[in-house]
Structures are given as structure tokens and as C-alpha cells.
């Protein structure tokens, strides 16, 4: 078998495959017989059709049967020979059959890169403390509090930081109406009745609140705020909206005492202690969760740095769109209108872009390293992993287990299973250090 392979930039290959006359006699002679011995041909009995008539009848399936066979084969070779590594093989194109009854064709083969690993063992990340800092769980507490407030009118003073305001309003943009200048993307902005707003520099639109200060109740004001670039509608990004507010009433909260009384009312039977022991116990476990995400995050991109490789071209317009897709997704669900998302387009396909080559890399570097270290997952772990999906989904396991197998997804399951091992072995290897000044989003 005369097999040559021309790679080509981009991790494509071409490969060229010339098959001797005597090895496609050879395998159709065994194909033949296979199809004589079971072949049932009215007017003989089963397995006594001629050989001519059986070639004659079953032409198009013995031929079918034939390629595959040698086409495997042939690839089989190529890869013993060139010691590739192959995500796809093509589709066989140009097959011709030579006057010397040669078989020849040609296919396109898409490459795993080619990946240089660096230093993965002992690579640096800094995160913050895993212990729960005591100001956030008072905040929590604080939070707890403030669901279970009872507020009072305010009489005798105006609005100060702090209070809540009950108010009116409407609003314009350079005069006009704003859900008549910007449609149903800004009707909350358009005007609303008995809005309670906390004085905060946080609550509502930043800029607004702070200009309530000094408000008593009854009293109306115009409030100017000028919308910061990232705001969720475009077309009114640096905007400044007249806001024609009316403070109706003035409030404050009044929280109650953090005891047994209110403990009861948030889980009967449960002592103040104990629900500031579940609060900890679930801070702390959120916040283990999120600083095992930093690790992740900075050694896949300290491998991003320090590596660079060629990518397969179909594999990156691939994962281009499905991010894309995810994108849009989630813009749907924020409430971002069709048109918005088309004005973006650009903007999200160059995002996604991007997401979409540091998924592919992070990948191939974690399957190399995985391949190094031998990292596997055994017929067992892959068999246990898919009965506690099925569980989780309510759905036998022997028929989820099926399912997959016959829609061919056992191999991805496994390969990412893999992929999750490799990632934490590489934290487990890590060099981690605790600091006080690194925030826990960062």
C-alpha cells in the first residue's frame, strides 16, 4: 500500500493512498464469500447462489463493504507510518480504480496540534484566604435583617443617605418622552408610581439617589442622570434622562434584634447560633468553590501565555459559533431586544472568537498533558459517572447508558472526565499562595 501524507498549515493534512491490485482482490474475494455462504437469491437455497449471480445481485453492497474496508485500512496505515494523531479523516474523494486494478483516492485529514508543553507542575497562583472574612458574614446577617425590617414614616426631616423614599415619576430624554423616544427597552426608566428607592449610591441608577438628599415628603424635583457607557440599552449609553421624580413618603427601616424570636421565623425550630452556623458553613463553601475556580483560571492562563500552537481551522469556526450562540443566548435572557444583538454582532463574534481559541488551546494542552501523565478513566469511574446522571434526571440508568452509546457520546464523556482529572491534578500540583490583598473575583 503506497500511502503519502503532505500536511499543509492550520493542522491539515492531505493524504494520498495508492491500493495494490492484489490486496483489493484479496479483501473482495473475502467479502464475496460472506455474502455467497448467507445470501438467499430466489431459485437457489440459501448459500448455493453462484458466485457470479451472488456479485451481480449485491454489486453496490459488496462495493460499499469493500471501500470501507480498504479505506480503514488505509488509514490505519498512515497513522503506523507517520505516527499521526487525527481528529477527523475526511471523506475519501477522487476514488478511481487504475487500468492495473489499483485503488486510489484522496482525503483530507484534520490534525491534532502540535503541542509543546511548558512547566505545568508547580505553576503559581495567588488567592485570597479561604477562611470567611467576619465583615461579610455580618453582611449577610445585616441582609437577613433587612428582609424581616419594619419601616417607619419619617416625620420632621428631609431624606438623608440611608432612608428609603417612596416616589413618582416620569422621565425625558432631550425633551421627549423616553419610552416614546426609545421604545419598550426603556420602560422602566419611563415612569413609575409608589417606587421605593433606598438612599444609596447603589440603588436604582448611579447619580440618582444621592439627589433625593434634603427631600421631604410631597415635595417634587427634576433629578438629572447621565446613563454610563456599559448601559444595557445602546441607544441610550450616555444619555442624560430627565428624571420629573415626586417623593410621596419617606421611611426607615428598622431591623430587628438578631435572636432566637428571629431565628424561628426564618427556619422554625432553629436557634440564632445555628442559622449564623449554616450561614458560614454556606459562605465558606461558595467562597471554596470560587477561589478552586481561580486556581483553574490562572493556570489554564499561565499555560495560554507561555504556549502557542496552530489551531485547526474547522474547530475554531466551530466552537466560534457555539460561543457566539451562547452569547446571544444569554443576551436574550438579560432581556436584550433582536435588534440589539444584531447591532452587536461584530462585537460578539470577535468575543467569541476569542473565547473560542482559548477553549480549543486550553483543551489540547490538557489532553497532551493527560496523555503524559497517563491519565485515564477507567470503563468503571465512566459506568459510574453516567448512573449518577441518569439518577440525577430520574431516568433508568441502563437506557440513559444506551442512549449515549447509540448517539456515540461515551468517548466525549470520557474525554472530558479526563479532562477534569488533568485539571485537578494540575491544582493539586500547583504552587499556591494565600494573600489578604487579592480579591476574591479576581
Known amino acids: 500500500m503506497n500511502i503519502v501524507v503532505e500536511k499543509q498549515p492550520k493542522c491539515v493534512a492531505t493524504l494520498r493512498v495508492e491500493i495494490p491490485a492484489d490486496k483489493v482482490n484479496g479483501q473482495r474475494d473475502e467479502i464475496v464469500k460472506g455474502y455467497a455462504s448467507k445470501a438467499r437469491v430466489p431459485g437457489f437455497r440459501p448459500g448455493k447462489a453462484p458466485r457470479a449471480v451472488v456479485e451481480k445481485r449485491f454489486q453496490k453492497e459488496i462495493t460499499e463493504e469493500l471501500n470501507g474496508a480498504l479505506f480503514n485500512e488505509a488509514y490505519d496505515e498512515a497513522l503506523k507510518q507517520e505516527s499521526l494523531h487525527v481528529l477527523d479523516f475526511g471523506v475519501p474523494e477522487d476514488v478511481t480504480t487504475l487500468p492495473n486494478g489499483n485503488i486510489t483516492f484522496v482525503s483530507k485529514l484534520t490534525l491534532a496540534p502540535d503541542v509543546k508543553l511548558p512547566d505545568y507542575k508547580g505553576v503559581s497562583v495567588t488567592v485570597p484566604p479561604y477562611a470567611v472574612p467576619d465583615d461579610e458574614i455580618e453582611a449577610q446577617l445585616t441582609a437577613l435583617q433587612e428582609r424581616f425590617a419594619d419601616f417607619n414614616a419619617i416625620e420632621g426631616r428631609p431624606a438623608e443617605m440611608g432612608d428609603f423614599a417612596v416616589i413618582d415619576y416620569t422621565s425625558t430624554v432631550d425633551g421627549t418622552p423616553t419610552e416614546e423616544a426609545f421604545g419598550s427597552a426603556a420602560s422602566y426608566l419611563a415612569g413609575r408610581n409608589g417606587f421605593w428607592v433606598r438612599l444609596d449610591e447603589k440603588a436604582f441608577l448611579p447619580g440618582f439617589a444621592v439627589q433625593l438628599v434634603g427631600m ?36 426607615t427601616a428598622v431591623l430587628p434584634e438578631l435572636n432566637d424570636e428571629m431565628a424561628h421565623r426564618l427556619a422554625p425550630g432553629k436557634t440564632m447560633e445555628e442559622i449564623k452556623g449554616i450561614i458560614r458553613e454556606n459562605m465558606e463553601g461558595e467562597r471554596r468553590r470560587k477561589i478552586d475556580d481561580m486556581k483553574v483560571n490562572q493556570i489554564v492562563a499561565h499555560f495560554n501565555a507561555q504556549v502557542d500552537f496552530e489551531l485547526p481551522e474547522d474547530l475554531v469556526i466551530q466552537e466560534t459559533q457555539s460561543q457566539a450562540d451562547a452569547m446571544v443566548k444569554r443576551g436574550v435572557q438579560s432581556g436584550m431586544s433582536e435588534g440589539e444583538i444584531e447591532s452587536q454582532q461584530n462585537e460578539i463574534f470577535a468575543s467569541a472568537g476569542h473565547q473560542a481559541i482559548s477553549n480549543l488551546r486550553t483543551n489540547f494542552i490538557l489532553q497532551e498533558i493527560a496523555r503524559v501523565e497517563k491519565i485515564t478513566v477507567a470503563d468503571s469511574e465512566l459506568v459510574n459517572h453516567l448512573i449518577q446522571i441518569a439518577n440525577s434526571r430520574k431516568i433508568a440508568p441502563k437506557k440513559f447508558i444506551k442512549d449515549m452509546q447509540r448517539a456515540g457520546r461515551l468517548q466525549n464523556i470520557r474525554s472530558s472526565m479526563a479532562i477534569g482529572k488533568t485539571i485537578d491534578f494540575l491544582v493539586e500540583h500547583a504552587n499556591v499562595v494565600e494573600s489578604t490583598e487579592t480579591p476574591l473575583d479576581a
Open 216 to 251: 421631604n415628603a410631597e415635595e417634587s424635583r427634576e433629578i438629572t442622570v447621565t446613563l454610563p457607557e456599559d448601559f444595557p440599552v445602546e441607544e441610550l449609553r450616555k444619555k442624560a434622562v430627565v428624571f420629573q421624580t415626586t417623593v410621596k413618603e419617606l421611611k
